[in-house]
C-alpha cells in the first residue's frame, strides 16, 4: 500500500502530528513506568508519574480541541449490536473494581475524586462516570462546489462548519423558500432587493475602510478588488435591469428595515473600530493594530458572501433553470456563477491570511464578530415581509388558537451519540467486583468485572450475527411498490428477535448491580447530539406554540432518559421506555418490558395520539434514525430520519419507501403550495425526509 506523507505546510496539521508523537511517546513511557514501578508505594509512584499524566492528557486535550471542528460527527453503537466499547477514562483492564473500598487504581489517581467512579474512589462513593464522548461538528452536506472545498483547513472554513446552525436557519426562512421554488410574490422580492442596495453600500464603505487598515500590499488589492465587484452589482442596482425585469425603481429611495439597519450599522461599527476591547482606528499606534481592524472587518463580511456563494450553488442545482420559467433564474445565477464564487473564496482566504499572526484572544473576537455577522444575515432573511402560504416554519400554524404540534423521537443515536446500553454496561463494568474479591451476603449477587466483559462480548457477537440474518430474511427479493401493510409482516419477525434478544440480556445477569444513583448520575452527564437539547429547550419554552414532546426508545432504563432531560433544562418530556427494577436502589437484572420493537413502537404512537381525539387538528412529527423507528416515521404527517443507518434505508427502499433531503422536499411541498392550503406531508405518503443535523430540524419546525 502506498504510504502518505503528512503534510506540515498548515500549523493545524503540524501541530497535531507533533502532538500526536509526543503523546503516544509519553502514554508509552507511562505504561512502561507503570508496570515496573512498585504498586505498594502509591505516594512515590504518583509524584514520577504524575507530570508524565499531566503532559499526556493535555497535549490529547489541545489536539482535540484543534481538530474537533475538523472532524465528522459521530455515534458510539449498542454494544449488544456491536463489539463492546470501553471509554478511554475506564481502561479495560482497570476496570474490574469492587465496590468495596481498596487502593485507587494508578491511571485514576490522577483524577480529582469526583470524576472516579464509585468502586474506585477512596472518598465518600461518587458515581460511575459513563464514557464522555464528544460530538464534533459536521460540515454541511452539499452538492455544490462551494461545499465540496470545506475541508479546507483554514479559519473560515472552520467557522463557516461551526455555525452552521444560522445557514440552516437562512435556508428555510419562508422568504428563502418561496423564492427557490419560484412562488415567491414579486412585492416582497422588490422589497427584499430594495434592502439589498442598503447592504451593497454599507460592503462598500466597509470595504474602503479596511483597505486604509491593512498594511499588506496584497491584502489591499484583494479588499480593492472586492470593493470594486460590490460596486459593480450596485451599478446593476440602478441599471435598467431592473426595472425591466421586477419592476423596481432605482431613483425611488427606500428606507432600511431594522433588520438591514441591524446589519449595516454593525458592519460599519466593526469597520470603524468600535469592537469591545479594542481601540478606535484614530488611536492605534502601530500598522500591526490597524490590521486587526481590517481582519475583524472582513470577518464580519465573510459569513454574508459565504452564505450568498453557498445558497447560489445550492439552489442552483435543486432549481431547473434551463427553460427560463423560474420568475427568479438571474438571482440565482448571479450568486452561482464563477464571479460571485471567486469573490467569495477570496474573502475567505483574504480572513485566513490576516488571522495568522492573532492571537487566541483575537482570534475569539474574529470567531464573535462572524458568528455575529451570520445571525444578522439569517435574520434579515426572517425579516422579509411574506403575504402568502408556506410551509415553514411548522410553529406558525400551531398556536394555542389552532392545531397541536406532537413531536415524537427515538432517543439512542437520535438524541445521543452513544447509545445508552453501552452506558449501563460501562456502570455495570466499572462497579463491578474481583473474580478474587468476596461479596457481602446482604448484596446482590454479581458477576466479577472480567465475567462481565466477556459475557457482554458474547451477547454482542451473538445479536450482530442474528440481527443481520434476521434483516436479510425479511427483505423481499426486489424492490416493491409501497406497502405498509407488508412492510408491517416483515417487521414483526424482527420484533420477535428484538424480544429474544433482550430475554437473553436478563437472562444473563449484565444488568444486576447498577445503583439507581450512578444510572441518574449518568443521565445528568449525557453528551446529546449538537443542537438537539437547544431544540428541545425551544419547543418546551415557547409560550404560543401548542405542542407536546414524547420520547419512544428501546432504552433498557427510563431514568437515564428521565435524567438527561431534566438536568439539561430541556422541560417537559414524556418517556415511554422500558425499565429496570430496583430493590433499595440496586438493579436486580429484571427489565419491565414497554418497548421492545417497531410494533411496540407504533403500537404506543397511536395509544399517545388517542389522548388528543379531541383537538381539532394534530400535527404529527417523527424524528428517528433506525429500522425500529420504520413503522412510527411512516405513520406520522412528516417522518424525519437523522443519521446514516444503512440497515434503514434497505429495508426501508426495498419496501418502497422513500428517502427525500429534507431542503429539496420542503422546494417541493412549497411549489404545490395553493392559496389557503399548505402542508409538508400526511401520514403513510411512503416519504421520508432526511437531516444532515438537528439544526435543520429546529430550522423546519421552529425557524428563527
Known amino acids: 500500500m502506498e504510504q502518505t506523507i503528512p503534510s506540515f505546510h498548515h500549523p493545524i496539521s503540524f501541530f497535531s502530528s507533533v502532538s500526536h508523537t509526543i503523546y503516544h511517546i509519553t502514554s508509552l513511557s507511562l505504561f512502561q513506568l507503570h508496570c515496573h514501578l512498585p504498586t505498594h508505594n502509591h505516594s512515590k509512584t504518583n509524584q514520577i508519574l504524575s507530570p508524565l499524566f499531566f503532559a499526556a492528557c493535555l497535549l490529547l486535550h489541545l489536539r482535540v480541541c484543534w481538530m474537533r471542528p475538523l472532524l465528522p460527527s459521530f455515534a458510539l453503537p449498542n454494544p449488544i449490536k456491536t463489539p463492546l466499547f470501553f471509554s478511554l477514562l475506564f481502561h479495560p483492564s482497570s476496570a474490574a473494581a469492587s465496590t468495596l473500598r481498596r487502593p485507587t487504581p494508578l491511571f485514576l489517581s490522577f483524577l480529582p475524586a469526583s470524576f472516579r467512579p464509585r468502586s474506585f474512589s477512596n472518598s465518600p462513593p461518587t458515581m460511575a462516570i459513563p464514557p464522555k464522548l464528544l460530538s464534533s461538528s459536521a460540515s454541511i452536506a452539499t452538492t455544490s462546489s462551494l461545499g465540496s472545498n470545506s475541508v479546507d483547513h483554514g479559519l473560515a472554513a472552520k467557522l463557516w462548519i461551526k455555525f452552521r446552525r ?69 451599478k446593476m442596482h440602478n441599471s435598467f435591469v431592473l426595472v425591466m425585469d421586477w419592476g423596481i425603481d432605482p431613483a425611488k429611495e427606500v428606507i432600511a428595515t431594522s433588520a438591514t439597519v441591524k446589519y449595516t450599522d454593525f458592519l460599519l461599527a466593526t469597520a470603524s473600530g468600535k469592537v469591545e476591547g479594542v481601540k478606535g482606528p484614530g488611536k492605534l499606534a502601530t500598522p500591526f493594530e490597524r490590521t486587526k481592524i481590517a481582519a475583524y472587518t472582513i470577518a464580519a463580511m465573510t459569513p454574508c458572501m459565504r452564505l450568498y456563494a453557498f445558497l447560489g450553488k445550492e439552489l442552483q442545482t435543486l432549481v431547473d433553470l434551463k427553460d427560463g420559467s423560474h420568475p427568479y433564474k438571474k438571482w440565482i445565477e448571479n450568486y452561482s456563477c464563477g464571479s ?38 439569517a435574520e434579515f432573511f426572517y425579516a422579509q415581509p411574506l403575504d402568502q ?63 462481565l466483559r466477556n459475557t457482554w462480548g458474547l451477547l454482542s457477537t451473538q445479536y450482530t450475527e442474528e440481527y443481520e440474518q434476521c434483516i436479510e430474511s425479511v427483505l423481499p427479493p426486489e ?9 408491517c409482516k416483515a417487521l414483526e419477525q424482527l420484533s420477535d428477535f428484538e424480544r429474544r434478544a433482550n430475554t437473553r440480556v436478563i437472562e444473563s445477569g449484565v444488568l444486576k448491580g447498577l445503583y439507581l444513583e450512578d444510572i441518574k448520575r ?57 425499565e429496570l427494577t430496583f430493590q433499595e436502589s440496586i438493579s436486580t437484572g429484571e427489565i419491565v418490558k414497554k418497548v421492545e420493537s417497531p410494533m411496540d413502537k407504533v403500537e404506543a404512537f397511536h395509544h399517545i395520539l388517542k389522548n388528543y381525539k379531541d383537538d381539532s387538528k394534530n400535527f404529527t412529527v417523527y424524528i428517528g434514525d433506525s429500522v425500529g423507528d420504520l413503522l412510527c416515521l411512516l405513520q406520522a404527517d412528516v417522518g424525519i430520519v437523522i443519521g446514516s443507518s444503512s440497515s434503514l434505508r434497505t429495508v426501508g427502499s426495498r419496501f418502497g419507501v422513500s428517502f427525500v433531503p429534507l431542503f429539496p422536499g420542503v422546494l417541493q411541498r412549497q411549489r404545490e403550495c395553493i392559496e389557503g392550503s399548505c402542508s409538508m406531508g400526511k401520514s403513510l405518503s411512503g416519504t421520508l425526509y432526511t437531516v444532515s443535523s438537528w439544526s435543520e430540524i429546529h430550522a423546519l419546525i421552529l425557524g428563527w
Open 166 to 234: 444560522e445557514l440552516h436557519l437562512a435556508m428555510y426562512t419562508p422568504f428563502l423558500v418561496s423564492l427557490a421554488s419560484g412562488n415567491l410574490k414579486a412585492d416582497t422580492f422588490r422589497h427584499y432587493i430594495a434592502q439589498d442596495a442598503h447592504f451593497l453600500k454599507a460592503f462598500a464603505h466597509a470595504y474602503e475602510l479596511a483597505e486604509e487598515c491593512a498594511d499588506d500590499d496584497d491584502a489591499k488589492l484583494a479588499i480593492a478588488d472586492l470593493r470594486k465587484a460590490v460596486l459593480e452589482e450596485l
Open 340 to 377: 460571485f464564487q471567486a469573490s467569495a473564496f477570496q474573502t475567505e482566504d483574504l480572513l485566513d491570511k490576516l488571522s495568522v499572526s492573532l492571537t487566541g484572544e483575537e482570534l475569539d473576537i474574529i470567531e464573535k464578530l462572524y458568528h455575529q455577522g451570520m445571525k444578522h444575515e
Open 389 to 451: 402560504p408556506t410551509v415553514v416554519p411548522f410553529a406558525k400554524d400551531h398556536n394555542h388558537d389552532g392545531g397541536r404540534l406532537v413531536i415524537f423521537s427515538d432517543f439512542d443515536l437520535t438524541c445521543t451519540v452513544v447509545d445508552s446500553s453501552a452506558i449501563l454496561a460501562e456502570i455495570a463494568i466499572v462497579t463491578a467486583p474481583k473474580s478474587d474479591q468476596p461479596q457481602p451476603e446482604n448484596q446482590i449477587a454479581r458477576m466479577s468485572s472480567a465475567e
Open 479 to 487: 424492490k416493491v411498490e409501497f406497502n405498509y401493510e407488508a412492510l
Open 522 to 578: 449518568a443521565g445528568e452527564r449525557l453528551i446529546l447530539q449538537d443542537g438537539c437539547s437547544n431544540f428541545f429547550q425551544k419547543i418546551n419554552g415557547n409560550d404560543k406554540l401548542n405542542s407536546t414532546v414524547h420520547v419512544l426508545s428501546y432504552c433498557w432504563c427510563g431514568d437515564l432518559i428521565r435524567s438527561a432531560f431534566s438536568s439539561g433544562g430541556l422541560g417537559v418530556v414524556s418517556v415511554h421506555a422500558n
